[in-house]
């Protein structure tokens, strides 16, 4: 699995100018969500959290397709498959690279959030571990789906019909999350939340891994 | 001739005689209610009831279960027919028999279409996700057509809940929609098997199609219960579920009567949408037909 993960880093590393568009892609459609509410700087602030993790979901979908569309040329997966290693640890492998770079992309963008909408918060470990936990449930079934998706025509508009919908859960729990912790928790809210959104995590993580071996064999 | 007759008996009699038991069950709880007749073996009536609805249920994932999709449309002819019968009756009840509500009016009738819809719909997605679960372990190509009709069927009944929520919310809220957990499920689940839908149009080769698809309905069913419970705690407005006790059986009588009646009728619907699934399979996966015959009927 580490080999896998490896093999997954170095390839990001070498298309790191890929990371810097699908970054600016972000950025910028937190810029346009802006023009959408108008420049009144409470409102904009209030759904600054919303606004974040939008981005981070639209760029997410980009960042997802390209992960196996190197495994596409050159019939690259079916050699990947014979390899005397479980589909899983390719999976994994797949998945966590994916998580990371997820991550990273949600660091980059909450500055641009902290600049744009005034949202900034001191609790920077705990919005950090939001950040991990909600990139994660992006992640797992988001490499799932776009191990079937790459295979197929149209899969720009195919990875976002399938996932956007399952996601719904993750992406609630990471938004309320993000806000609790930007705008204050007065309710103690906080806890319950984190704890579906790592359930959700827990549960995708383990499905599309037992799943995945069915997905790519031939 | 008798073979076929036979092998047609063998497999529906069990399916039968259990609908004939909810069908002599459903009628005794009617009759006891209306006229204050018993039939029922001296059986509670809500004892009856329940057998009734079992029975019913039972027999119909029997039918669904010993159906040969490909050969013939039987089965959910009889359920077709069963179903018309159970919704005429169901309707009658609700429309004209059952008194309007205290605080809701004629609106609350829609009750009588939208709770069995909304029973129905989730039964037609379970439906789907067994079918995914049993072709994933037993390649069995019947339940790759069932699994695409129940999705089908389940999408079409989803919306139709979706619709029929929103024309009651609109006298009854004063608003076409609202962000409350068994709404947004709805849609979100709608969502998720347009999806699942739209992958199979667009896959090719049929063995893929089918394990993708299985792999896509199990990952959307298991979110059922995730997006329930984060939307529930994000927002909530809905009525609370009535349970039979505290709703008096002039109501929940159509209702259950049109609740089996859309279950025969889904059911049916699932079989045939499955039987058009694995017919079409069945000539995707025929060998094309000779270059030589072709050319033979063009001279």
């Known amino acids: 699995m580490i080999a896998a993960l490896r093999k997954e880093l170095l390839l990001q590393w070498r298309t790191r100018a890929q990371f810097m568009a ?19 700087a409470e409102i904009l602030r209030q759904f600054s959290a919303g606004f974040m993790w939008l981005g981070l979901l639209l760029s997410s979908t980009l960042t997802l397709a390209e992960s196996f569309h190197a495994e596409m040329e050159n019939r690259a997966l079916e050699g990947l498959l014979l390899l005397p290693v479980n589909p899983r640890t ?24 902290v600049i744009l909408y005034d949202a900034g918060t001191t609790k920077l470990p ?44 993750a992406l609630l729990a990471s938004v309320k ?22 359930a959700f995590d827990a549960i995708y993580w383990s499905l599309c891994g037992l799943l995945f071996d069915r997905v790519v064999e031939e | 001739m008798s073979t076929t007759k036979s092998l047609f008996v063998r497999r529906y009699v069990p399916g039968l005689v259990l609908l004939a038991i909810g069908a002599y069950f459903g009628f005794v709880v009617a009759l006891a ?29 029997s039918f669904l279960i010993v159906d040969d999709v490909e050969t013939s449309a039987k089965g959910p002819n009889i ?8 919704f005429l009756i169901g309707s009658y009840i609700g429309l004209f028999v059952a008194p309007p509500e205290q605080h809701m009016g004629e609106v609350q009738r829609i009750m009588y279409v939208h709770v069995p819809t909304a029973w129905n719909a989730l039964l037609a997605m379970t439906v789907a996700f067994a079918s995914a679960v049993v072709f994933l372990f037993k390649s069995d190509w019947k339940w790759d057509a069932v699994m695409e009709g129940s999705i089908e069927v389940g999408v079409v009944f989803a919306f139709l809940l979706c619709a029929q929520g929103s024309i009651w919310a609109k006298p009854t809220w004063n608003v076409w929609w609202d962000w409350d957990p068994r709404l947004t499920t709805t849609a979100v689940l709608l969502f998720a098997f347009l ?76 079989m045939l949408r499955a039987r058009i699934s694995a017919l079409r399979l069945k000539q995707e996966l025929a060998p094309p037909p000779l270059v030589e015959a072709q050319l033979g009927e063009v001279v």
């Open chain 1, 22 to 40: 699908v970054f600016v892609f972000g950025a910028s459609a937190l810029l346009l969500f802006s023009f959408a509410v108008g420049p009144n």
């Open chain 2, 195 to 270: 999806g699942i839908l739209a992958l199979r149009r667009f896959v090719e080769d049929p063995v893929k199609r089918g394990i993708w698809s299985s792999v896509a309905t199990i990952i959307a069913y298991v979110d059922v219960p995730i997006v329930y419970f984060s939307v529930k705690w994000w927002n909530s407005l809905h009525q609370t579920q009535s349970s039979p006790g505290t709703v008096s059986k002039q109501f929940y009588l159509p209702l259950r009567a049109n609740a089996i009646g859309i279950l025969f009728l889904m059911t049916a619907f699932i």
């Open chain 1, 90 to 113: 390719i999976y994994y492998g797949k998945a966590i690279a994916n998580w990371l770079q997820l991550v990273l992309l949600g660091f980059a963008l909450v500055p641009v959030m």
């Open chain 1, 126 to 169: 705990q919005l950090a571990l939001v950040i991990m936990l909600g990139t994660a449930g992006l992640s797992a079934p988001g490499t799932l789906y776009a191990a079937m998706t790459s295979q197929v025509r149209s899969r720009q508009t195919l990875l976002p019909l399938l996932l956007f919908p399952l996601i719904v859960p």
């Open chain 1, 177 to 198: 999350l993000t806000s609790l912790i930007i705008l204050g928790d007065p309710m103690g809210q906080l806890s319950a939340w984190m704890k579906l959104l790592t």
């Open chain 2, 33 to 61: 209610e209306f006229n204050n007749i018993n039939l029922g073996f001296g059986l509670a009536t809500g004892l009856q009831a329940a057998i009734a609805a079992i029975a019913a249920v039972a027999g119909t994932i």
């Open chain 2, 79 to 86: 359920l077709l027919v069963a179903g018309i019968i159970c």
